[in-house]
Structure formats: C-alpha cells, structure tokens
C-alpha cells in the first residue's frame, strides 16, 4: 500500500474501495467480490434476488459482466458460440468445452473470429455502466492467450502442436490477443475500467505448458495483450486455478494488477505469495471453495476467513474471495459466515 497521511476514511462505496485496492491505496476495509455466484445459492439466501440485486444486498463491491455473444443450439446438448467452440450443457451454469473449428492449416486460413464491433455486443457492459456506476466496481471479462487458443483446437491437439508445430498455436495466440485488445478498447469507451482475464494455465500439480515453452510461446503475447490493456488505462486482474509457481514471476511482470485466486488445492500459499509478492501485485482470494465452503461447516468457514485475513491483509492490497467462485455446491450458510467474518474482522 502507498504511503499516505493518516487519516480516517469515510465508509467507501465498492467502485471506490476496489479501484483503491488495485492502485495500491488506502481503502476503509477489504473489499470482496466474486466472479460468479450460483443462482442455486442466491435463492437459498434470498428467494427471488437476482445477480445484480443480491450484490447491493450482501454489500459485495464489485459487478462482473461478460460481453455479449450469440449462441447456436446444437443437438445432444450442445452449444456453439461465435468463436466456432463448441461447449457441453451439463444443466450446471458453466459448460464445457468438446470441439474447436481449427482442425487444419485450412481451417486456420479460413477462419474469422467474432466482429468486435457487432451491433449489440456491448449490451451488458452499457446496462451496468448506466445502473451501477459510482456504486459497485464494474469488472469485464475478457481473455489473454490461453483459453481460446486452447479451445479453437481440441486441447490434445493444441497440446500436440504447442510442442510440435507452434506456429499455428502461434497465430491463435495474436487472434485472441488482437480481438480482446479491440473489445477492451470498445469498453474502455463505454466506461469500464477494471477487467480479468479468465485463462486458466495450469493443474494442480502444476502449469499446463512447460515454463519454457510458455515463455518462447505465450509470454511475448501476454505481456502484449497486459500492456495494451494498461495502455488503455484499465486495471487488470489475472485468474488462473492450479499450481502456477514455475511461471509466475512470467506472470506478474507482464503487469497485471492483481493475481487470484491462489489456489489452496494446488498448494498455494497465500500467506507465502503475500510476503514474496505483496509488494509488486494485489492479492485475491482464498477460502476453498471445493472443500471448506462446500462441505465444512459454518466455524471452520469462519477460521479459514480469520486466517486469509490475517495472511494477507496487513499493508493492504488484497480483495477476499473464494478460491473460484460460488458454485451450485457452495452451503449457503458458509457463503452468509464467510460474507460476516469479512465484515466484522477486515476492517483497516
């Protein structure tokens, strides 16, 4: 945190208290905020809350939004979106995907990505501007290098080629980046100004790509597609699950503003990456939310809150959150003690 003159601070709405946060500055409390929230689990805690109304009514400072993109409907469940990916409805929120249009050098030729400037794509992010500004931080998600390119191809094929014949890996990469680069600068006009990246690059035994392929190969693009974001003035916040200790110093010096969700499971260790890291990158994360908020109860929610606290609140920069989201099987009452604990023991 930047040095200022002590003072006491009023109470700070969410859009102030997390671009605060993300500029290194003194905030009032840690802020929280969460990338999804199940409907599952907002009913059991508010029957008839929506997304956006539950924010306001659990005081969480921040609104996440996805651009608007059109969807085919496909048979046995499927869905293809206007990247040509084709994803599986699993009848959960988030599907998966199975299939890429990129199977060939001629399909990479012919291939056209989505038009950043189609009539209606920036839908979502004009409603949130209009509705929630100066209010609740509003957070864009865009993408770096990693999950379209990976999905274009099947991944056993991306894989191959990442370590066979990259270039074609290497063209998919300047796709994505040169897309996303253009939509942030179409959101940056409408009045965003925060985005996370939501490319996941590793297991939990570790990265995805050896350190040295993704430094020869997606480290030149990552740091391309950061510093354009930042050149727009936007702050970005980078999510990757899994063990991503062999690349990170790749990932903080390509300049992100905040790192989540350090992943427990993995082994991650926020208290680790908060005294080696703290003082070059924000921190967000990470109550467990495979085990701890999903099948533990309300006093080990509380402790392993108290504990991410303590770990990595002290000097600031750090935003509370699970270490994912709030998924259908988080208990709702370990997501309610986990929104308490915050409250009462956060603030500076």
Same mark, same amino acid.
């Given at each position: 945190?930047?040095?200022?003159?002590?003072?006491?601070?009023?109470?700070?709405?969410?859009?102030?208290?997390?671009?605060?946060?993300?500029?290194?500055?003194?905030?009032?409390?840690?802020?929280?905020?969460?990338?999804?929230?199940?409907?599952?689990?907002?009913?059991?805690?508010?029957?008839?809350?929506?997304?956006?109304?539950?924010?306001?009514?659990?005081?969480?400072?921040?609104?996440?939004?996805?651009?608007?993109?059109?969807?085919?409907? @496909?048979?046995?469940?499927?869905?293809?979106?206007?990247? %040509? *990916?084709?994803?599986?409805? /699993? =009848?959960?929120?988030? !599907? &998966?995907?199975?299939?890429?249009?990129?199977?060939?050098?001629?399909?990479?030729?012919?291939?056209?990505?989505?038009?950043?400037?189609?009539?209606?794509?920036?839908?979502?992010?004009?409603?949130?501007?209009?509705?929630?500004?100066?209010?609740?931080?509003?957070?864009?998600?865009?993408?770096?290098?990693?999950?379209?390119?990976?999905?274009?191809?099947?991944?056993?094929?991306?894989?191959?080629?990442?370590?066979?014949?990259?270039?074609?890996?290497?063209?998919?990469?300047?796709?994505?980046?040169?897309?996303? @680069?253009?939509?942030?600068?179409?959101?940056?006009?409408? %009045? *965003?100004?925060?985005?996370? /990246? =939501?490319?996941?690059? !590793? &297991?939990?035994?570790?990265?995805?790509?050896?350190?040295?392929?993704?430094?020869?190969?997606?480290?030149?693009?990552?740091?391309?597609?950061?510093?354009?974001?930042?050149?727009?003035?936007?702050?970005?916040?980078?999510?990757?699950?899994?063990?991503?200790?062999?690349?990170?110093?790749?990932?903080?010096?390509?300049?992100?503003?905040?790192?989540?969700?350090?992943?427990?499971?993995?082994?991650?260790?926020?208290?680790?990456?908060?005294?080696?890291?703290?003082?070059?990158?924000?921190?967000?994360?990470?109550?467990?939310?495979?085990?701890?908020?999903?099948?533990?109860?309300?006093?080990?929610?509380?402790?392993?809150?108290?504990?991410?606290?303590?770990?990595?609140?002290?000097?600031?920069?750090?935003?509370?959150?699970?270490?994912?989201?709030?998924?259908?099987?988080?208990?709702?009452?370990?997501?309610?003690?986990?929104?308490?604990?915050?409250?009462?023991?956060?603030?500076?």
């Amino acid at each position: 945190m930047r040095k200022e003159s002590k003072v006491t601070m009023h109470e700070l709405t969410g859009e102030e208290r997390v671009l605060r946060v993300l500029t290194r500055k003194q905030t009032d409390r840690v802020p929280h905020f969460e990338w999804y929230i199940d409907k599952k689990v907002i009913n059991a805690i508010s029957n008839g809350s929506d997304y956006e109304k539950f924010c306001y009514e659990m005081d969480i400072d921040a609104i996440c939004i996805d651009l608007n993109y059109e969807k085919k409907i @496909l048979k046995n469940n499927l869905i293809q979106d206007e990247w %040509g *990916i084709v994803w599986k409805d /699993t =009848g959960e929120s988030h !599907a &998966y995907p199975v299939d890429g249009p990129v199977k060939s050098s001629k399909d990479l030729e012919n291939y056209f990505p989505p038009d950043p400037l189609k009539p209606g794509r920036y839908e979502s992010v004009e409603k949130a501007i209009k509705e929630h500004t100066g209010k609740k931080a509003l957070v864009l998600h865009l993408n770096d290098v990693f999950s379209i390119p990976s999905r274009l191809m099947t991944f056993e094929n991306f894989l191959i080629k990442v370590y066979e014949d990259p270039e074609p890996v290497r063209a998919l990469l300047k796709i994505s980046v040169d897309i996303n @680069l253009q939509m942030a600068k179409e959101a940056v006009k409408r %009045g *965003i100004k925060i985005i996370y /990246t =939501g490319d996941d690059y !590793a &297991y939990n035994s570790g990265p995805m790509i050896s350190p040295l392929k993704f430094r020869d190969i997606f480290y030149p693009e990552l740091k391309r597609v950061v510093s354009g974001y930042k050149e727009l003035g936007l702050l970005v916040i980078k999510h990757t699950d899994g063990n991503i200790m062999p690349i990170i110093d790749m990932i903080i010096d390509s300049g992100f503003d905040c790192l989540d969700p350090i992943d427990p499971i993995a082994g991650m260790d926020l208290g680790e990456l908060k005294k080696n890291y703290g003082n070059k990158i924000c921190l967000k994360g990470n109550v467990d939310c495979a085990k701890t908020l999903s099948f533990k109860n309300e006093k080990e929610t509380i402790e392993e809150t108290k504990d991410c606290l303590n770990k990595a609140m002290k000097g600031g920069g750090y935003i509370l959150s699970s270490s994912n989201s709030i998924h259908s099987a988080v208990k709702p009452e370990n997501y309610m003690a986990m929104i308490k604990t915050l409250k009462k023991f956060s603030k500076y």
